[in-house]
């Protein structure tokens, strides 16, 4: 496995709280990513970095954020999680020299 | 037109068989094409990856491309009951830089 770890792995909340989900890498990859995964729409990009402190919108942004001030940290964060976004959310992270992506385990979200 | 879509299946074959799974792109200027494997309830796993045309063969893998027809495929030979799964193709386009996925198609290998 590429050295990508999130947490929490699985997590139920309610409408309208904040809610935010961590992807660690240890392989020092430049690039990072947020997809959300649904039935029908298959992967899509949330939001991506491109190196501590740059991040980028992707096609699904709306209603999230992200931060990266470490490396090996991605934080994607919900502001107040409506229904909408219970999904299964994965991390991948890319070395700057490859374009091959390698994704997390993944996180289960479920709003209630 | 979807930017990248492929038959979501059950492509269904029996074990020992070659499963042929197909993709096309909508973007014809996309050079870096990509093979994912999830297996139920996992995270995707990559197992090829193609640039130029033509074949490209790892084990018991093949990816195939064909840029002027747009059409990227995977053929897996000797198939077995451990490669029921789903196989995402993916590629980047060339207006976003962005990797987009298909929807998926599941293979079913039976014994």
């Given at each position: ?13 309610e409408t ?65 999680a409506t229904s909408s976004q219970t999904s ?22 479920t709003v209630l | ?111």
């Amino acid at each position: 496995d590429a050295g990508i770890t999130q947490s929490p792995r699985h997590k139920v909340t309610e409408t309208g709280t904040p809610v935010t989900l961590r992807c660690h890498q240890t392989e020092n990859h430049r690039y990072m990513y947020w997809y959300r995964q649904d039935p029908g729409h298959g992967l899509r990009l949330i939001h991506y970095s491109y190196g501590v402190k740059d991040t980028d919108k992707g096609e699904v942004s709306d209603g999230y954020s992200v931060s990266r001030s470490k490396t090996e940290d991605f934080l994607l964060t919900l502001e107040s999680a409506t229904s909408s976004q219970t999904s299964v959310y994965f991390c991948a992270i890319r070395d700057g020299l490859a374009r091959e992506q390698f994704f997390g385990p993944g996180t289960r979200l479920t709003v209630l | 037109q979807k930017e990248v879509e492929q038959n979501s299946g059950p492509l269904s074959v029996p074990e020992g068989a070659i499963a042929s799974l197909n993709c096309t792109y909508s973007d014809r200027g996309s050079q870096s094409f990509f093979w994912y494997r999830q297996y139920s309830g996992k995270s995707p796993e990559l197992i090829m990856s193609i640039y130029s045309n033509g074949d490209k063969e790892d084990g018991r893998f093949t990816a195939q491309l064909n840029k002027a027809s747009q059409y990227v495929s995977l053929l897996i030979r000797d198939s077995q009951p451990s490669d029921s799964a789903t196989y995402l193709c993916a590629v980047i386009t060339s207006n976003t830089g962005k990797l987009i996925f298909g929807q998926g198609t599941t293979l079913q290998v039976k014994p």
